[in-house]
Nanobody, 118 residues
Framework: VQLQASGGGLVQAGGSLRLSCAAS????????MGWYRQAPGNERELVAG???????DYADSVKGRFTISRENAKNTVYLQMNSLKPEDTAVYYC?????????????WGQGTLVTVSS
């Protein structure tokens, strides 16, 4: 399984970015997928998740601003981030949770840096 994250960059507060996570070695519609972020000095936190059934969940801090989605034909998960704030600055990681031999195994992408300037 490989997860290739992209789309990070520098943006001004109020701006938008779209992150992409291209998966290989797995089928994204068969597994829960998520976006996490980690800011310097902080623990990694869940930002948004999408279940294999397509239901979504968001951290309170991003509700109404971020949208997670997937495009099965491209085996890619997206995170649309609008109305960005300086506190959204972090490295964003794509995650897949796959059931193997009766237990969940987490796979991570390499991370993409999002910097929001004030």
């Amino acid at each position: 399984v490989q997860l290739q994250a992209s789309g990070g960059g520098l943006v001004q507060a109020g701006g938008s970015l779209r992150l992409s996570c291209a998966a290989s070695g797995m089928i994204i519609s068969f597994s829960p997928m998520g976006w996490y972020r980690q800011a310097p000095g902080n623990e990694r936190e869940l930002v948004a998740g999408i279940s294999d059934g397509g239901s979504t969940d968001y951290a309170d801090s991003v509700k109404g601003r971020f949208t997670i989605s997937r495009e099965n034909a491209k085996n890619t998960v997206y995170l649309q981030m609008n109305s960005l704030k300086p506190e959204d600055t972090a490295v964003y990681y794509c995650n897949a949770r796959i059931r193997r031999s009766g237990r969940d195994v987490n796979y991570w992408g390499q991370g993409t840096l999002v910097t929001v300037s004030s």
